[in-house]
Structures are given as C-alpha cells and as structure tokens.
C-alpha cells in the first residue's frame, strides 16, 4: 500500500489539523487546496472552516476542484456547492477560486493546473468500489497520458451517475501532500482490498506525501 496510514477517531479534525500545518509549512505566499465532494468531504470543510478561521490566512490560499459532477452548480450532487456551504460561506473569501465548468471541457482547467508549480495539497476521498476523485474502475480516465491532468470521465457500471471532469492521476502526482480521508464500515472492504494490494484506482495514487486518514469502521 502507498502511503501513510493515521486510524484516528475524528478523521475531519485531523484533517484540517493536516491543512493547516501544510499552510504554515507553504514555501510560496499562497496556498493551494483541491477539494473533493461526498459526506466525509463535507465534515471535512466544516472543521476546517472552524480550526483554521484564524489559523490559515484566506486571502492566501487559491481553492481547486479535483473533479466534478456535470450538473447545475447549485444541483444537491454539485461539488462546487457542496465547498460553497460547507468552507466559503463559513470563511468568507479565498484569495481566488477556480470550480470546474463542465461546458468548457477539460482543457482551460487543464492550463490552470499546469500553470501551478505543484498543489500543495490535494484532499481525495475512496468510494465502496475503490474509486477516488471521478477515477472509476474500468473507465478510460485511468489510462489517460501523461501529459493529460484533467478529463472527461464516467462510471462505466453506472453505479456513480452523472458526466464528471476529473483530475488523473498525473494531476494529483502535482500535489506535495495527498490526504486520502475514509469514513466508515461501508468502506471497510475496499480499504482492506487496498491494503492487499489490489488494484484499485485509489491505489494508484502517487505523490511526494500520501497520507491516509482512516476511522476505525473503515480500517476494521
């Protein structure tokens, strides 16, 4: 398995502990953060709204989007709304803000990620089927170049609905620090999957740092 493994209680308060200490520790006078979506995400932000309202400098740090659902931004599935209510409203600003925008396809995202020296951190989550960002299994975004740092993607099982843009993994390699968070029992097999070895997308991820921010329901 790649990476460290933390099995702590409150995986949101470690994690905004993680964020912050990367703001402290930032060698540049901004900040990046690509955010994620789902229910341990939405934990996630919130704590982090709360810990680092004094903590991080906001008009510091530039927000990205690891992926998202091509749907309307204001849609309960929208990730870009999901930050929105569970971090922005809650800190007020950012020092700039980037959702993705499905209708412009993957290409002026794609500009905005190469443009970055490195992220400094890239938060992802794991799903019941081993996938993380829009990274499904069997689907074409795992395969993509190189050179390629964000896609169009789709769950070729239909277990995930919705049209998604994506980071690959090459994007998510930019990152100085990956933080992988997983919550509960219905990812217990797929983490234990991970653990032995298996290839799942999530598994595949590569970084200078990748941290795993496990409960004790998800590790078992």
Same mark, same amino acid.
């Given at each position: ?30 900040f ?7 229910g341990?995400?939405?934990? $996630? ?9 004094? &903590? ?8 990205f989007?690891?992926?998202?659902? $091509? ?26 803000v980037?959702p993705?925008? $499905? ?7 794609? +500009?905005?990620?190469s443009? +970055?020296p ?14 993380? &960002?829009?990274? @499904?299994?069997?689907s ?26 994506? @980071? ?5 390699a930019?990152?100085?620090?990956? +933080? ?7 990812? /217990? ?19 200078? /740092? ?11």
């Amino acid at each position: 398995m790649f990476g460290d493994v933390e099995v702590v209680d409150d995986v949101p308060g470690r994690f905004a502990a993680r964020v912050i200490d990367a703001f402290i520790d930032r060698s540049d006078a901004t900040f990046s953060l690509a955010v994620s979506g789902g229910g341990t995400a939405r934990r $996630c932000y919130r704590r982090l709204a709360e810990e680092g309202a004094e &903590a991080i400098d906001w008009w510091a740090v530039d927000l990205f989007w690891g992926d998202e659902r $091509c749907v309307d931004p204001n849609s309960e599935a929208s990730n870009q709304r999901l930050v929105r209510e569970a971090l922005l409203e809650r800190i007020g600003a950012a020092n700039e803000v980037h959702p993705m925008r $499905c209708d412009e396809g993957p290409e002026p995202y794609q +500009l905005k990620i190469s443009a +970055l020296p490195a992220i400094d951190v890239v938060h992802l989550g794991m799903g019941p089927d081993g996938h993380t &960002a829009s990274l @499904f299994p069997g689907s074409p975004a795992l395969e993509a170049d190189a050179g390629r740092l964000v896609v169009m993607n789709e769950d070729p099982s239909g277990s995930n609905p919705h049209r998604r843009m994506t @980071f690959t993994f090459s994007a998510i390699a930019r990152a100085r620090l990956v +933080l992988i968070t997983v919550e509960g029992e219905d990812k /217990q097999e797929a983490f234990a999957r991970v653990r032995a070895g298996e290839d799942l997308p999530v598994a595949r991820v590569r970084a200078p /740092q990748v941290v795993w921010l496990v409960d004790p329901a998800a590790a078992g």
